[in-house]
């Protein structure tokens, strides 16, 4: 990671030098990657994500939206408190921590925020992680077993063992691929005492989503002893080695 920072008047763009020595306000900018051929839509997160093709490799392109009520009042604005205080570069440089403690997570490219007044508007660049399927769709197809769930526990084990909260911990944000799983959507996670209560908050946090997503359909006995126990047993092994 070498971080670098380019201003302008009308904001400021964080990137990392070794992925790209360069890189402008049109890398932030769909139209101009679509213009190129070099842009597809992906659904994923508040109004979807593009995947697009950069000079330094297929990569996401996010834009940070609202959600729920404030949404409609605020949009895809966000209050100025700075700029070491904008989303999007704290989900940046939390990544790039995340990258140097070996933890797997999106590499982080680019982020880019836009100051309006007293209101910014932001955008993040991370690699994307090539053939991979949210834990939602394993759950979806029927692959969720009793190994993915020790897996996913341990995932989750080596981040909060590291102090890393994140803010959003739902089947939709945790990726699998045949080699390893990936934690993504760091936006508003921040390193933390790896206290319990936060800890198990983040896994009720995880069971709601899987229980809402149908995970247990068959009931809660069976989503337990296939699902939730070896995933917890996987966790708790895992957090105190």
Known sequence: MQEQLRE???GAILFDAAASPQVD???FEPERWRERGALRSQAGGRGGVQIIATPAGECVLRHYRRGGMVAKLMGDRYLWRGA????????????ARIAHLGLPGPAPVAAR???????YRADLITRRIAGAQTLAECLAS????????????ALVARFHRAGIWHADL?????LVTPAVLHLIDFDRGRMRDPAQDWRLANLARLHRSLVKLGAAAQGE?????????????????????
Do not use: I, K, Q
């Not at 070491?84 to 990544?95: G, I, Q, V």
């Not at 925020?113 to 209101?119: D, T, W």
């Open 8 to 10: 302008d008047a009308e």
């Open 25 to 27: 306000n049109d890398w």
């Open 84 to 95: 070491d205080a904008t989303r999007c570069f704290a989900e940046f440089r939390l990544l």
């Open 113 to 119: 925020y836009r100051r309006h007044g007293l209101f």
């Open 142 to 153: 029927g692959s969720l077993d009793a190994e993915l769930a020790r897996e996913v526990g």
């Open 170 to 174: 739902n089947a939709h944000n945790v």
């Open 221 to 241: 006995s069976a989503f337990r002893a296939t699902v939730w126990t070896p995933l917890t047993e996987a966790y708790e092994a895992t957090f105190g080695a």
